[in-house]
């Protein structure tokens, strides 16, 4: 009966209460349960530990959602267990975290952000939208929309910046990329706003850790993006691993039912994060797992991501009066309605077509859309007498740092999907261009190890061996790019930082050239800002390359040999010390804003730092330059203001400005 194809909204509502009037408490509370890929699913079915467990819910119909598995192959698998074994049928979601791209991979969000071009940024996650869906996924944990002001925290990497404002229109661009304009296409995912809330503020930007803000910061900071999300329709949540001002957000009531659902009207679904149910109790919130996942079944987590809580936990709370049975029906409808709307009763094997999944990855279209985004992504710090673009003739240029040869770390720290040494490399992209005679040598390397699960901080090499042969080719180079900064795995999940330095001897390598060549290009690979002081008061050219993609090399060497003129600014203030943090641009003035008089102490300031940062939100310079003149201001009405100005390109090459407006 459910299983015809779906033609309103009232018609996903009807089919919805149908079925649910079928389900028993357990199968409702199996909707509200998500396990991780758990096995070698080409081999036969697992029998030990968890994954025996796991597999026997799945055939009872106690398995709602599953992430982590890619592949056709293996989602059909999963799904025919779910629709031939189980008593209704009732058809996974298939969830993975496909935030920049799945096996082609765009620059990490920060970086896309700092191209402040919606079309783009919405092109990108339609691209990535497309392969992961023709890899049997229809579900991403995307965007995370987390304003942050704190460049400690290694995960500014995946969001927009530090401003609502600019991370609400990103947030919309990616909502509308991922889930295109309907849904149940099988090239489309349905999107996931995260982490509800507050997650960016967590206190000295260590991972994890407490927030504690006021409601202005909440209302108008940090929740923004999140209602810009449900806006644009997006169809699922992610609640977060923090706690918000005393009560964690997974159990936060306040947050999940009476902002987001009752005064937001939000219809879809909310995941916990990662064990975020169970965590309650190393939080001290709750005192064992079953009190755990009362707690965050009342305060309006639909869905348990790998807590084991709900589908241990929940029927029993439900029989002893703890938890109201309607909010487990509440929380299966809202799951089953984003099933609906995804096609999946219609179709519960739409995603799983071997034959696209083999045209579609990795299609050319799709590199070319990552390039693209590449390189508007880039941010031209400084450009001291021109010494960018390149020549393209005549010129020794050394390339110096591993970075520049590279191939994973552009990549980023979100690469599930993607294989290592699949990124193009600076080295790679330089040498298209032949005119020039290119020497690269190492110098020295950023890190020891490159893993998702060691501490690459602690083990930054200290090996300088290399140094002499990068000095002997700076020496005699014309000029020096260096490719400096941090590993894919420096940023993103707890990778946080106390200094915002090069990591590793880096520093020491950079100093060590500028003795023997002044002439020095720095670029940048990082997931997040830098302490760049040093540099911006010797090195002449500085370019802000992010951790780029797939395209990464090709696109850094189209932009310092003027094949791209620089068009990114920064989403994120860079400031001149960590003390400064957290910096951002639309801070509030104190009542002693400024300098009363020269040498006066008794104002808002260090002694030792000015308080603006070194490169400011919104800052970015290009090959050209750009005139203002005739700043036009008209209200049209008692909400709307026409603004206009005439901008002039005055230099020697075609540019584009991102037009800023502050109020
Ligand atoms: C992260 C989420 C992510 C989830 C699933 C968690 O550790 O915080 O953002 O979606 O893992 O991989």
């Known amino acids: 009966e459910f299983s015809s194809s779906i033609t309103s909204v009232v018609d996903v509502e009807q089919k919805v209460e149908a079925l649910l009037k079928q389900m028993t408490l357990e199968e409702k509370i199996g909707q509200m349960n998500q396990y991780s890929g758990f096995w070698d699913l080409t081999g036969p079915a697992p029998t030990g530990g968890n994954a025996a467990k796991k597999y026997e819910h799945l055939r009872k119909g106690y398995v709602g959602s599953m ?75 995307a965007p995370m929309v987390d304003i942050s002001r704190d460049a400690r925290w290694g995960r500014v990497m995946e969001g927009a910046g530090e401003d609502p404002y600019l991370g609400s229109k990103i947030a919309i661009a990616r909502v509308q990329g991922f889930q295109g304009s309907d849904l149940s296409q099988h090239t489309t995912l349905a999107a996931c706003a995260k982490h509800f809330a507050g997650y960016g503020f967590s206190e000295s930007g260590r991972e994890y850790n407490t927030v504690d803000v006021g409601t202005s910061t909440l209302n108008n900071i940090i929740f923004p993006p999140f209602q810009a999300s449900i806006d644009a329709g997006v ?69 348990d991501m790998e807590s084991y809580a709900y589908v241990n936990e929940l029927a029993a709370l439900v029989r002893e009066g703890n938890v109201n049975e309607a909010y487990i029906d509440d929380a299966a409808r809202r799951i089953l309605r984003v099933k609906f709307e995804l096609g999946l009763f219609e179709d519960p094997y739409k995603y799983c077509d071997e034959q696209r999944e083999k045209e579609i990855i990795g299609q050319q279209a799709f590199h070319d859309a990552s390039l693209d985004m590449a390189k508007k992504s880039i941010v031209l710090l400084k450009n001291k007498n021109q010494l960018l673009p390149l020549k393209k003739q005549g010129q020794k240029i050394a390339l110096i740092g591993a970075l520049a040869s590279d191939k994973t770390s552009p990549l980023g720290n979100w690469r599930i999907a993607a294989k290592d040494n699949t990124a193009v490399s600076v080295l790679e992209g330089m040498q298209a261009y032949t005119g020039n005679q ?167 300031h260090y002694q030792d730092v000015e308080n603006t940062p070194l490169y400011s939100f919104g800052y970015g310079l290009s090959y050209t330059s750009f005139e203002y003149t005739n700043l036009q201001a008209e209200v049209l009405s008692d909400k709307e203001v026409s603004v206009s100005v005439m901008l002039k390109n005055t230099g020697k090459f075609t540019g584009k400005e991102v037009v800023q407006l502050y109020i």
Request: charged share 20%.
């Open 67 to 141: 992430l982590n598995l890619r592949g056709v192959e293996n989602v059909r698998k999963i799904q025919k267990i779910a629709i031939e074994e189980t008593r209704l049928g009732i058809p996974l979601i298939i969830g993975f975290d496909v935030i920049h791209g799945y096996e082609t991979l765009s620059p990490i969000p920060l970086a896309e952000s700092a191209s402040w071009d919606l079309e783009a940024i919405k092109k990108s996650a339609e691209v990535a939208a497309e392969e992961a869906a023709a890899a049997g996924i229809n579900w991403t944990f």
């Open 235 to 303: 169809r699922t949540f992610m609640n977060s691993f923090n706690e918000l001002n005393g009560i964690p957000a997974t159990g936060n009531r306040y947050l999940q039912r009476d902002i987001l659902k009752n005064k937001w009207k939000f219809d879809g679904f909310v995941v916990s994060d990662w064990g975020s149910i169970e965590e309650m109790t190393a939080h001290g919130h709750a005192k064992d797992n079953k009190h755990a996942a009362e707690i965050a079944a009342n305060a309006g987590s639909d869905m």
């Open 438 to 604: 290119l020497t690269y040598a190492k110098g020295a390397d950023v890190s020891l190890g490159k893993t998702q699960f060691t501490e690459e901080l602690k083990i930054n090499t200290t090996d300088r061996s290399e140094f002499p042969k990068a000095l002997a080719v700076a020496k005699t180079a014309d000029v020096v790019v260096m490719v400096l900064g941090e590993v894919g795995y420096q940023s993103g999940e707890g990778r946080s930082r106390t200094e915002l330095g090069l990591p590793g001897v880096q520093q020491d390598l950079l100093e060590a050239i500028y003795e023997v060549n002044k002439n020095i290009v720095l670029v940048l690979n990082n997931g997040r800002p830098l302490v760049l002081n040093w540099h911006n008061e010797h090195i002449p050219a500085i370019v802000e390359a992010w951790q780029l993609g797939t395209q990464s090399g090709n696109a850094i060497a189209q932009v310092l040999y003027g094949d791209y003129n620089p068009s990114g600014k920064l989403p994120m203030s860079f400031p001149r010390a960590v003390g400064q943090i957290p910096i951002y641009y639309n801070y509030k003035n104190t009542g002693r804003p400024t300098l009363p008089a020269p040498g006066r102490v008794f104002w808002s």
